[in-house]
């Protein structure tokens, strides 16, 4: 590795969502970088976007370093690629994702959570949303109540950073290696797969239940690992709660928005609960969520690392280069949106003009896209219509800066107070 490629690795690990943003003045359809040793290949256009990802017949690709995610969740639809891929994608997930349960679970459950919190003390926003979708996750996927089982909280969230670290340099040796994040976390891949293989013997052996596993139990074929693994990853796929805090983040900015929001959530829903049926009424909720999912996209990048030469457009990439698409640097490239740092959830209005296909693309695109858009975007606009009917929220402290990690948190947390909302 030379100097040069040393430097930028590093300016790129500092800082992966600043050193996007340094991008933009080079004009070039891919942009070729070097970091460390390996060479990466952004690619910054919507059409070659859509040719990078909505490409069927994929290989040459394999997750390349993704594969690292084994040792959490091995065998997970995250780490495979081609048949195998896609056949988890059809049989194992789309049905899953297709299961709406779990919106009348967030929103008793977000409901309860709000009305635990006292009356303008702060929170740490972040962590008390990820508890909060996570549970509601949790009772959708086994019936079980994770409120009540801070253990297994813990380990779900010991994964969830194990998945910034393992793709890190490294990050299969230092899982293996006898250090106190490392076993723990390994004691955390242990207890949750007790818990699940618990809970599978319950359900092949007694009365069945009516939940995600039961389905995942019945799905012809499935492996134990397998079922292991689609509950676990589950928590690192769903990315509901950052989401959902960004969003609170840049509704107490903006007055004039919050309070249309407001509006809305008064005339449809009034004091009454939200339901799976008032998503498609809440049509100012959720022009603000994409509005969100484009200035702050919770992936913020993604990469397809390359097993054969591929030709795109004519630009030829070797094989062991990776192509990396990033939602964070085209949804504010400025060739595609005006004013592109601005919050402004009226580029999402019906009459409003569509950016080129795939300059938008939070949920990416293609066989290795997300799998559960249309649950996604249900399960925030309900999170938030449930906690916008009952508060308002403030900013406690600075405005927190974007961080790039496994999805884009707030450096140092979000540390909001709300209160009770007088209508
Ligand atoms: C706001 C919430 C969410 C966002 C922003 C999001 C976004 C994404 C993105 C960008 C990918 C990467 C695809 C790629 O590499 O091209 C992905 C993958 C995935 N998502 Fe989501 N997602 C969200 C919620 C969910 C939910 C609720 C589910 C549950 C069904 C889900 C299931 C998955 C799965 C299984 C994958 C792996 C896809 C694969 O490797 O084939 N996601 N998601």
Request: aromatic share 8%; hydrophobic share 45%; charged share 25%.
């Amino acid at each position: 590795m030379n100097g040069r490629a040393a430097l930028e690795l590093v300016r790129f690990g500092a800082n992966p969502l600043a050193y996007l943003d340094g991008l933009h003045d080079d004009e070039r359809p891919i942009v070729p970088l070097m970091l460390g040793s390996q060479p990466v290949h952004l690619v910054t256009k919507p059409e070659h976007i859509a040719l990078a990802l909505e490409n069927d017949d994929w290989p040459p690709l394999s997750r390349g370093r993704l594969a690292a995610f084994r040792l959490w969740v091995p065998g997970s639809i995250v780490t495979t690629s081609g048949a195998e891929h896609h056949s988890q994608r059809d049989e194992i997930w789309k049905p899953l994702a297709a299961d709406t349960a779990i919106l009348d679970i967030l929103v008793e459950r977000t409901r309860r959570r709000a009305d635990s919190w006292a009356h303008g003390a702060p929170l740490e926003l972040f962590s008390e949303l990820q508890s909060l979708c996570w549970a509601a996750d949790w009772q959708a996927l086994c019936g079980g109540d994770l409120d009540a089982e801070p253990e297994l909280l813990a380990a779900l969230r010991l994964g969830y950073d194990a998945l910034v670290w393992l793709v890190l340099p490294f990050g299969e040796r230092r899982w293996r290696l006898p250090l106190p994040q490392s076993r723990r976390t390994r004691a955390a891949r242990d207890r949750l797969d007790a818990a699940v293989d618990r809970m599978v013997a319950e359900r092949r052996h007694g009365a069945a239940a009516d939940d995600l596993l039961t389905t995942l139990v019945r799905t012809p074929g499935i492996t134990d690992e397998q079922i292991r693994s689609t509950f676990k990853s589950w928590f690192g796929t769903s990315l509901v709660f950052a989401l959902v805090t960004w969003t609170l983040l840049l509704l107490a900015r903006d007055a004039d928005v919050e309070a249309r929001w407001h509006d809305e959530l008064d005339r449809v829903l009034g004091e009454r609960a939200a339901t799976a049926g008032d998503v498609d009424d809440l049509s100012y909720t959720t022009m603000v969520v994409h509005e969100v999912l484009r200035l702050v996209p919770p992936s913020w990048a993604l990469f397809r690392a390359l097993t054969g030469d591929y030709s795109l457009d004519g630009h030829v990439i070797p094989a062991g280069h990776v192509l990396a698409v990033s939602p964070w640097f085209t949804h504010r490239d400025p060739r595609y949106w005006s004013d592109a740092l601005r919050f402004d959830p009226e580029r999402f209005a019906p009459d409003a003009p569509s950016p080129p296909r795939l300059a938008y693309f939070p949920f990416s695109a293609g066989p290795y896209g997300c799998h559960g858009p249309k649950l996604a975007l249900a399960e925030a606009v309900l999170v938030l219509a449930t906690l916008g009917q009952r508060r308002s929220f403030r900013l406690v402290g600075p405005e927190p800066e974007p961080v790039a990690k496994w999805t884009v948190e707030p450096r140092g947390g979000a540390r909001m107070a709300s209160t009770a909302r007088r209508r």
